[in-house]
């Protein structure tokens, strides 16, 4: 995924509100941007954080920037806009860079399914094969100590609240692999600082029951990281998920 126009570089002063962040420019001063990220954001952000927004253009919208990407003072690079994990998924099997999901001739994005009125992120279909559905999450949370105790280096965890809607998703995936076909929960890696992913059990605890019995029922999970730039953002290479 490459950028046009170019993004414009700033400097993050604070996140408020959900979905606004206020920036200062050099030569534009201080403005509000669109924050389109609806989590905690927890450990993703500090004032002084370099962020990169994308101009939408548009003269009539109240926010003209929306924030993509941040580079911190630990030269971490994070894609806090979660709205682009379809696109950059999808990228990412269409360019074989996703081996576990090859061998399929339609990618259809948001296709209501399941019995608690759900909208599955991917769903791949082909002829004479099952089709697999695939729930996509963004993972930027990299936690460094959990209850005093110190974790192993690049240690990411979804999700980074409790996470009801996720839950969902998670029951809905087991309902369709006992059906018969696939299903895939997708872990979208967007923190250059994360090696490994575990479900957050000290922030959800039941997400990560959930999981468990997912991977139980014969839920297949994937995790990938992208590399992130001012420039694009690419699905790179797949990272291990420990789930127990």
């Given at each position: 995924?490459?950028?046009?126009?170019?993004?414009?570089?700033?400097t993050?002063?604070?996140?408020?509100?959900?979905?606004?962040?206020?920036?200062?420019?050099?030569?534009?001063?201080?403005?509000t941007?669109?924050?389109?990220?609806?989590?905690?954001?927890?450990?993703?952000?500090a004032e002084?954080?370099?962020?990169?927004?994308?101009?939408?253009?548009?003269?009539k919208r109240?926010?003209?920037?929306?924030?993509?990407?941040?580079?911190?003072?630990?030269?971490?690079?994070?894609?806090?806009?979660?709205?682009?994990?379809?696109?950059?998924?999808?990228?990412?099997?269409?360019?074989?860079?996703v081996?576990e999901?090859?061998?399929?001739?339609?990618?259809?994005p948001?296709?209501?399914?399941?019995?608690?009125?759900?909208?599955?992120?991917?769903?791949?279909?082909?002829?004479?094969?099952?089709?697999?559905?695939?729930?996509?999450k963004?993972?930027?949370?990299?936690?460094e100590?959990?209850?005093?105790?110190?974790?192993?280096?690049?240690?990411?965890?979804?999700?980074?609240?409790?996470?009801t809607?996720?839950?969902?998703?998670?029951?809905?995936?087991?309902?369709?692999?006992?059906?018969?076909?696939?299903?895939?929960?997708?872990?979208?890696?967007?923190?250059s600082?994360?090696?490994?992913?575990?479900?957050?059990?000290?922030?959800?605890?039941?997400?990560?029951?959930?999981?468990?019995?997912?991977?139980?029922?014969?839920?297949?999970i994937l995790?990938?990281?992208?590399?992130?730039?001012?420039?694009?953002?690419?699905?790179?290479?797949?990272?291990?998920?420990?789930?127990?």
């Amino acid at each position: 995924m490459k950028f046009s126009p170019p993004l414009l570089q700033a400097t993050l002063i604070k996140r408020y509100k959900r979905f606004l962040a206020d920036v200062v420019h050099d030569e534009l001063g201080k403005f509000t941007v669109h924050c389109p990220n609806t989590g905690s954001m927890k450990n993703c952000w500090a004032e002084g954080d370099t962020v990169y927004l994308l101009d939408s253009q548009n003269p009539k919208r109240k926010y003209q920037y929306t924030w993509i990407s941040s580079r911190t003072r630990n030269e971490h690079w994070l894609c806090l806009n979660t709205h682009l994990a379809n696109q950059l998924v999808t990228e990412g099997i269409e360019k074989q860079i996703v081996s576990e999901l090859q061998g399929y001739s339609t990618i259809k994005p948001e296709v209501k399914y399941g019995e608690e009125n759900s909208r599955i992120d991917l769903l791949l279909s082909a002829e004479n094969k099952a089709d697999c559905y695939v729930e996509i999450k963004t993972v930027t949370l990299l936690e460094e100590q959990i209850n005093d105790k110190t974790l192993e280096t690049g240690r990411g965890f979804f999700p980074d609240a409790v996470s009801t809607r996720g839950q969902k998703h998670l029951r809905e995936l087991m309902t369709i692999a006992n059906s018969g076909a696939r299903a895939v929960l997708f872990f979208l890696i967007q923190h250059s600082g994360i090696q490994s992913v575990s479900t957050a059990a000290h922030i959800d605890p039941k997400y990560a029951q959930l999981l468990t019995e997912a991977v139980d029922a014969g839920v297949e999970i994937l995790s990938y990281r992208t590399h992130i730039s001012p420039a694009e953002i690419i699905l790179q290479d797949s990272l291990p998920f420990i789930y127990k």
